[in-house]
């Protein structure tokens, strides 16, 4: 079904763009005797860059940030995508089914969310770089497969751009009611990688570090997003190719019959084999040893849960991304996230016009949660400000990290019916509580 | 222009979502950031509709209008339910064709029954949007006039771009001879 992994696009894209632009300087100078060549050779690349700049001009343009998930993947060299189309993200598969089948890979609509996220599992095992991108009622479904991917360490990512929910709620409103069910909805201890943008450009970005993330780490990454982020368009400059970092699983250096499908190395990332190299694993949802087969020995349950936990505890500063926003010489704090840190930034720059001095914290990755950075970023805050788009979710976190504080001074501001938390509403509660 | 905010509103069909995409396009062609964001229901017609547009020179944090600078309404609802918001200073246009009852007489406020004109001069209503769009243009200078060409040259299919630019000529047309 899936095709084997090959260097991905944008490393070999700008590769030959380097290589061309060095040939263009030296042709001249060794073959000043042959002008018809030399003439070819100078021609080739001009012509290939035009292409490359006709086929995705990176100026700015207008995109909506449901577009920017998939052109990041795309540049981070996905090629397998298997999906059940869903208000908000339906965008990401349309544009994907037309993108994937022209560069080679593979787009699936599938029979439900459930084949979806077993479909991008089984590719990834062949090889592939794969994602599916989902709203809440498909989030939920894949649930179970998402634990699976986690368990035989199988990279995926899954774009869950947020509804309103619980159920099919309102599929075209804005809600931040998933932020647990990304980190505990599975069952089970499972590691969870969460990444969450706030503007189209960070869609881009983020897409591209989830599938960065998942082969390194092997694991299902999610990428959470807000309606309004994926529906909204924004100007924006994409970054250039060339400087696109993209990273690909590690591939078994030993013979076939050595190699162990979990097998620990110094940093507890190990080497992936794909099925059909001549590797031979065993990949199954129970508990197994490192060959993949399953086991009920405690030692070896104990060694494989370990792993899954180390792999995110022992590179948290790898994992964490946190934005402080203003936050050196502020007494008040806000703790905000996607959407509702834009709201909190438009309200800083008011408040801070009125003189009062406001801050803000933004993590864009919000699991593994950061806790060292918010204890140490709101310790001496006089009030942290915690608004969100649900009935208290990232407040759960901010109260566990600020036990020193009492309960007036970790302050909410909760909405759940699809309406937006505006700057205003930020500003009336900063003015209430300072 | 420091920050600009505009709503388009109406009900969904009226191609409002797309007018708003061709307004952020011809911003961004005049080097402003901008921001385009929606409501809208899930029905394809019919419902309520609206698209905000943020034209700032600097990074733009919040991308939903709160306190328009402009507000064009196409119905009744849409006008009755954001017309307060509206600054005092801003600039009101309105469908005389669905609005009938003005709550509130903005300082500048224009009235023309586009939907009918439409109509009328091009033979369908259906781009009764860029019609508006193309006014509002015009009346308030946002972005130029070639912009709004390109814009619309580059985000409306082929096969529409003449009728579209035959409507933003009707459009600048009713803006230039307004009140005359």
């Known amino acids: ?434 | 222009m420091k920050n600009y905010e505009i709503r388009l509103s109406g009900s969904g069909g009226q191609g409002l979502i797309l007018a708003g995409i061709i307004l952020a396009r011809a911003a961004m062609y005049d080097g402003f950031k901008v921001t385009q964001t929606q409501s809208y229901g899930p029905e394809s017609r019919g419902g309520s509709s609206r698209a905000d547009v943020i034209i700032n020179n600097r990074e733009i944090y919040f991308p939903e209008a709160t306190n328009f600078n402009c507000l064009l309404a196409l119905t009744q609802e849409a006008c009755d339910k954001y017309l307060f918001d509206l600054r005092d200073e801003g600039t009101l246009i309105i469908d005389t064709t669905f609005v009938k009852n003005l709550a509130l007489a903005a300082d500048n406020t224009y009235e023309l029954p586009f939907t009918e004109i439409t109509q009328e001069r091009l033979g369908s209503p259906i781009s009764t949007n860029v019609v508006s769009l193309a006014f509002l243009i015009k009346t308030t200078g946002i972005v130029s006039p070639e912009a709004l060409e390109e814009s619309l040259r580059y985000t409306v299919k082929p096969a529409f771009v003449s009728l579209n630019l035959r409507a933003m000529e009707l459009g600048f047309e009713l803006a230039d001879n307004y009140g005359k």
Request: hydrophobic share 40%; with cysteine.
């Open chain 1, 1 to 434: 079904m899936a095709k084997v992994v090959k260097e991905p696009k944008a490393k070999k894209k700008s590769e030959k763009q380097k290589a061309d632009s060095k040939k263009k300087v030296i042709a001249p100078e060794i073959t000043p005797e042959v002008p018809k060549e030399e003439e070819k050779v100078a021609a080739k690349p001009e012509s290939k860059i035009k292409e490359l700049q006709a086929k995705r001009d990176r100026k700015t343009v207008i995109m909506q940030g449901n577009e920017a998930v998939s052109y990041g993947a795309l540049d981070a060299g996905v090629n397998f995508f298997a999906g059940y189309p869903i208000t908000p993200s339906t965008e990401i598969a349309e544009i994907l089914a037309a993108e994937l089948p022209k560069r080679g890979g593979v787009f699936v609509q599938m029979e439900d969310e459930i084949a979806s996220i077993c479909a991008i599992t089984g590719a990834s095992l062949a090889g592939a770089k794969s994602l599916t991108a989902t709203s809440g009622p498909g989030f939920s479904l894949m649930q179970e497969g998402i634990g699976f991917a986690k368990i035989t360490e199988t990279p995926c990512v899954v774009v869950n751009v947020q509804r309103l929910g619980p159920s099919t709620g309102m599929p075209t409103s804005p809600a931040q009611g998933d932020i647990m069910q990304t980190r505990w909805g599975s069952h089970g201890d499972s590691p969870a990688i969460v990444l969450y943008p706030a503007s189209v450009k960070e869609s881009y970005e983020l897409t591209i570090r989830a599938v960065n993330l998942s082969e390194k780490y092997r694991t299902c990454v999610v990428l959470l997003m807000d309606e309004v982020i994926g529906h909204m368009r924004e100007s924006v400059t994409l970054p250039d190719l060339a400087n696109v970092k993209v990273i690909n699983r590690i591939k078994p250096t030993v013979p076939p019959h050595w190699y162990k499908h979990y097998d620990e190395n110094q940093k507890y990332l190990s080497p992936l084999a794909s099925f059909g190299e001549g590797y031979r694993f065993h990949v199954s949802g129970l508990t197994h040893d490192s060959h993949g087969f399953p086991t009920n020995k405690s030692t070896e349950a104990a060694e494989m849960m370990d792993r899954l936990r180390k792999k995110i505890v022992y590179n948290i500063r790898d994992l964490v991304q946190i934005e402080s926003h203003e936050m050196d010489d502020a007494k008040i704090a806000i703790f905000a996230a996607g959407i509702t840190a834009r709201a909190a930034k438009a309200a800083i720059a008011m408040a801070r016009y009125e003189g009062i001095k406001v801050g803000l914290l933004r993590p864009l990755t919000i699991w593994p949660f950061p806790d060292d950075a918010v204890r140490k970023m709101l310790r001496d805050k006089d009030i942290v400000i915690v608004p969100e788009l649900n009935q208290g979710q990232l407040i759960r976190e901010i109260r566990r990290l600020t036990k020193d504080k009492s309960e007036s001074e970790v302050v909410a501001i909760q909405r759940a019916n699809g309406q937006l938390i505006s700057p205003q509403d930020i500003l009336r509660k900063i003015k209430e509580v300072c």
